[in-house]
């Protein structure tokens, strides 16, 4: 099986290597993830405009329902990437491996973060008395 060769700076288009450098400024490093997605012309722009899109959610909610999806998916990679996003985010510790737990101490973060769980774990359908605990919350 060919393997993917996880590319520098240099050897992305001109486009991402300005999002390299943007990436390298926010997280001190680019994600192997991010610079592989960076071999296609387009692709690396579109997938970070998709993940930043407008949304009612807060960066540090977002971060949440990335954590415990990660987490319930077993993807270490990404439990670990979401880890420092939410630190970045001002998680602490602790407040990070609830989350994995899932659950918070905050009421709506912990209704957000059960919702997001019970999505995962039940392939897109969350049962009714989670949906309505989440939106008591507000």
């Not at 420092?84 to 989350?99: P, R, S, Y």
Request: charged letters at 20%.
């Amino acid at each position: 099986m060919k393997q993917f060769t996880v590319p520098t700076r240099n050897e992305v288009a001109p486009a991402n290597q300005e999002i390299f450098d943007n990436l390298n400024k926010a997280l001190g490093f680019v994600p192997n993830l991010y610079a592989t997605i960076g071999l296609s012309s387009n692709g690396l722009g579109r997938y970070l405009a998709y993940q930043n899109a407008k949304t009612s959610l807060s960066n540090k909610e977002k971060e949440a329902v990335n954590l415990v999806v990660s987490q319930i998916n077993g993807c270490i990679y990404c439990q670990s990437a979401h880890t420092v996003i939410g630190k970045m985010n001002g998680f602490t510790d602790e407040q990070l491996l609830d989350i994995r737990r899932g659950t918070a101490t905050d009421a709506k973060l912990k209704a957000l973060v059960q919702l997001a769980a019970s999505i995962t774990n039940n392939k897109g359908h969350a049962d009714d008395a989670t949906v309505d605990a989440f939106f008591a919350a507000g």
